[in-house]
């Protein structure tokens, strides 16, 4: 309180005496330096915001300039974007069976995906499912997971039943088809390889594989700067680069690294020659 000053301004709906003298009684209470600030009524709401761009209105003045250019060029808040029926069941679900941080990374993975599915043209309702849907078996225990595994005929080879953290990606795509009515193989596919990658991965699997890499949330590891850039450039070097990472990563923690992660890299850097 004695570092800085505070400013408290109205905002519509507020009690503006009542304000006041809270203020006044913080200041003598706490020696602070809290202005109070009367300004016109202005009620804007993130609802209101999100409606209007769903119709097309301008938003103009209602939010900073670069939030304006950030969600039209990514097309947040479009009829693409959110008329997806399922998202707010998934959700809902999701947000009872993760963890608060596993829950955040999820919707950056979600809304990433979604992100890069426009960027190359790939189905946006997919790719934002899929991200949802990503690791939705990813807070069992190691216990849990390998029950499961049997549960629904998952395939443990021996760097599974090894590492069982890695069975989630696996176990997600049987639970996202199972618990989650997802049909779509190729949001199945997604969900499947989004640790490992594979041979000739298709497009949504590459964009869900460095969306789980480069959300937001993502803590920095080296190399994230690198793979955020490749990422709107050039989806194969991303997914190169992050296989590249993903590898030296087990490596230096003496990780057994599964046979798919290996194929995968070394399929896309034989098809990048071939193309050369």
């Known amino acids: 309180m004695s570092m800085c000053e505070f400013v408290a301004v109205t905002r519509p709906g507020y009690n503006s005496s009542e304000l006041k003298k809270t203020v006044n009684s913080l200041n003598e209470s706490y020696r602070g330096r809290i202005t109070f600030l009367e300004i016109p009524a202005l009620s804007i709401s993130s609802t209101d915001i999100r409606h209007r761009v769903l119709s097309g209105q301008t938003i103009k003045y209602l939010v900073p300039s670069p939030v304006e250019e950030y969600i039209l060029k990514f097309g947040l808040y479009s009829p693409d974007f959110n008329s997806i029926p399922e998202a707010d069941a998934i959700n809902a679900r999701l947000h009872s069976v993760l963890t608060p941080k596993r829950y955040k990374h999820t919707q950056g993975v979600a809304e990433e995906s979604a992100k890069l599915a426009k960027r190359y043209g790939a189905d946006i309702k997919k790719a934002y499912t899929a991200g949802l849907l990503h690791d939705c078996a990813k807070c069992f225990t190691d216990g849990e997971k390998l029950k499961l595994c049997r549960a629904y005929g998952v395939e443990l080879d021996d760097v599974l039943k090894a590492q069982p953290d890695l069975t989630h990606s696996f176990l997600g795509a049987r639970i996202a088809e199972a618990e989650y009515g997802i049909r779509d193989k190729d949001i199945l596919n997604a969900v499947?390889?989004?640790?490992?990658?594979?041979?000739?991965?298709?497009?949504?699997?590459?964009?869900?594989?460095?969306?789980?890499?480069?959300?937001?949330?993502?803590?920095?590891?080296?190399?994230?700067?690198?793979?955020?850039?490749?990422?709107?450039?050039?989806?194969?070097?991303?997914?190169?680069?992050?296989?590249?990472?993903?590898?030296?990563?087990?490596?230096?923690?003496?990780?057994?690294?599964?046979p798919l992660g290996i194929k995968a890299l070394e399929y896309l850097k034989e098809e990048k020659n071939e193309q050369h």
Request: glycine share 4%; aromatic share 8%; hydrophobic share 35%.
């Open 192 to 258: 499947a390889y989004h640790t490992t990658g594979r041979e000739n991965m298709s497009l949504l699997e590459k964009i869900v594989f460095i969306a789980d890499l480069i959300e937001p949330n993502r803590d920095y590891y080296k190399g994230l700067d690198k793979i955020r850039k490749l990422a709107y450039n050039n989806i194969d070097d991303a997914v190169i680069s992050g296989l590249e990472r993903t590898i030296e990563y087990n490596r230096e923690r003496k990780r057994v690294i599964h």
